[in-house]
């Protein structure tokens, strides 16, 4: 069953390459106490998460700040050096959080998965998009169409604030 709006995320533990190497950080760190805007993509370095969905997350960040949120970030089953390396290419990394559900955790935890296997893919996140406040889903937008990213763009969450 997917989440819901006003139904509490699961906890669950995301991964990132910090300056000191691998970081577990569990789910209460990222989203306990604050608000954050989410997203969600399928890959890091597919065409349409790179080239529209983190663009449009880059370009609003600093009006998601000023409506309050605390931090953009951005998740995806891919290994947490790759999510560093794609922070990195897309010039966001100063701007937006880049998280590892490297394993689908979280995906599988909030029914939020998606199977990519016929394109040789695997487990998979949906795209989309999520307001979170103190760990409570308040919006959230997900994609129905494969490579398109309006729905869960950073416009309609931005709408939702």
């Not at 989440?3 to 950080?25: H, N, Q, S, W, Y």
């Not at 990222?30 to 065409?47: N, S, Y």
């Not at 490297?102 to 893919?121: C, P, Q, R, V, Y």
């Amino acid at each position: 069953m997917t989440i819901a709006i006003g139904e509490r995320l699961p906890e669950t533990t995301f991964m990132r390459m910090g300056d000191d190497g691998l970081e577990k950080v569990p789910g209460s760190k990222i989203f306990g106490g604050r608000k954050v805007a989410l997203f969600a993509v399928p890959g890091a370095f597919t065409p349409t998460c790179h080239n529209k969905h983190v663009p449009g997350f880059l370009e609003k960040a600093d009006a998601f700040r000023a409506k309050g949120v605390d931090e953009i970030v951005c998740i995806a089953v891919n290994d947490p050096h790759v999510m560093r390396a794609w922070a990195k290419a897309t010039g966001a990394a100063d701007r937006i959080s880049f998280y590892s559900d490297g394993n689908g955790e979280f995906a599988k935890a909030t029914g939020l998965e998606l199977d990519a296997s016929g394109g040789g893919m695997g487990l998979r996140l949906k795209r989309f998009s999520m307001l979170v406040d103190d760990g409570v889903v308040k919006a959230l937008n997900i994609e129905e169409a494969p490579g398109v990213a309006e729905k869960s763009g950073a416009a309609n969450l931005l709408a939702a604030l």
